[in-house]
């Protein structure tokens, strides 16, 4: 357009990454009490003076009265590693795991996915109604437990 004289401003092109925003969807009512119950458990670590842990929450694929709260410390998670010649410290990173069930479930359905789209979606926050509805666990942590 410049060189046809139609346009004589100047332009700089700015470019956004959408891949998260892409990735996430509306939280439910698991994703809420998972949330709070890692960050009210992560304040009673504080309280009762311990440091150097991670909230952790487990026993998810339960009802939440039934969630069990706790402390990991994080050089649990630590593996040592040589890098640039020397030791570190790292925390491993966590791959789809390929043999596992939610893969495999995934790998089963793929082709019939890529055709016809259909998925679970319980819609915004759902507060209240019915517990099939509102409060869903996972689909990979259903997978997983069976």
Not at 22 to 29: E, M, T, V
Not at 30 to 41: E, I, M, R, V
Not at 42 to 68: C, D, H, R
Not at 125 to 140: F, H, K, M, N, S
Request: hydrophobic letters at 35%.
């Amino acid at each position: 357009m410049k060189k046809e004289g139609k346009y004589s401003g100047k332009f700089s092109a700015l470019h956004h990454f959408f891949g998260y925003e892409g990735r996430c969807a509306f939280p439910s009512n698991f994703d809420a009490d998972y949330c709070y119950s890692l960050g009210y458990n992560a304040f009673m670590l504080i309280q009762y003076g311990y440091t150097g842990y991670l909230s952790k929450v487990s026993n998810l694929s339960k009802p939440a009265e039934e969630w069990v709260a706790g402390g990991m410390p994080i050089t649990k998670m630590m593996n040592m590693e040589r890098r640039h010649g020397e030791d570190k410290p790292v925390i491993r990173k966590a791959l789809v795991e390929l043999d596992g069930k939610p893969f495999k479930y995934f790998e089963a359905h793929r082709a019939e996915w890529a055709v016809k789209t259909e998925f679970t979606f319980p819609g915004a926050i759902q507060y209240y109604g019915p517990a099939e509805v509102c409060d869903l666990t996972t689909r990979t942590l259903a997978l997983e437990k069976g």
